[in-house]
């Protein structure tokens, strides 16, 4: 799922090709990709665009009229930009795509894989009906370490499921959470209000660190151009999507913990003082057999070991 960082390029890149531009139509061709019904999509057409803004995980195109549409590419979707042709006329969107917004500059469309049918459109009228998508989440660049502080505090949770909580941190998945408590050298189980005071000075610092070498990374890999290789999985990653890799830190094999659709990959090295923490699944499979350091694991994996 795009997190700030991607959200970010994404919306600098339409910032720079659509504002001040007109909408000149908005098709929906995936049925269940509008999630609103009182406000028309055609009520943004004929209108120029005023301000692209970034909401939590969403990206909102206000036009001059007070409308805003709201995208959440959830999971699958990803954006993508056809510019016009040497008339100025945009492309046609191709059958692939969910979402046509053709502009005086060009056309911007959403493509998502897959049959979940996550991806979500609202269209808006005025800013209170805007807000209303806002989980709430701080924004952690622009907070400070006391209000970071008494934030993550509010409710004692897994660090993980802190970072990750909409209402409390705005952008933040499960990518961005992984590398961000790698960088901190923190468990994703420790629990919020057991942190220290220099455990959480260091997550603060860490977020931000984390966040915005990555935002100025993908920046740099775009280069002006439109983002469209937007992925959970990036060359360079410390953790995130690594199971069984070397940390870059400390050489340590990364682990992970898996639930549903989701994992959380953490270097026992440097963040569980080497203790392996429980997989959900497998502990309950293995129960007592489950290691409990990387090293046991370890041995277990060793040629000629009686199987169990």
Known sequence: MPELPDITIYREALES???GESLEQVEVRGPFL???VETAPGEAEGRRVSEVRRIGKRIAIGMDNGVWLAIHLMIAGRLHWRGGDAKG???KPSRKDLLALRFSSGTLTLTEAGARHRASLHVLAGEAELKGLDAGGIDVLACGAAEFAEVLRSANHTLKR???DPHLFSGIGNAYS???LHSA????VALTQRLSSEEVER???ATRTTLVEWTERLRREAGGEFPERVTAFREGMAVHGRYGKPCPRCGTP???IRHGEHETNYCPGCQTKGRLLADRALSRLLRQDWPRTVEEMEARRAPGRAAH
Not at 185 to 188: K, N, T
């Open 17 to 19: 090709r659509v504002r």
């Open 178 to 180: 992984d590398e961000i």
């Open 203 to 205: 997550l603060h610092g």
């Open 89 to 91: 006329r945009a492309s």
């Open 34 to 36: 509008l999630r609103t």
């Open 162 to 164: 802190a970072l990750t």
């Open 185 to 188: 050298r923190l468990s994703p």
């Open 254 to 256: 990364v682990q992970r």
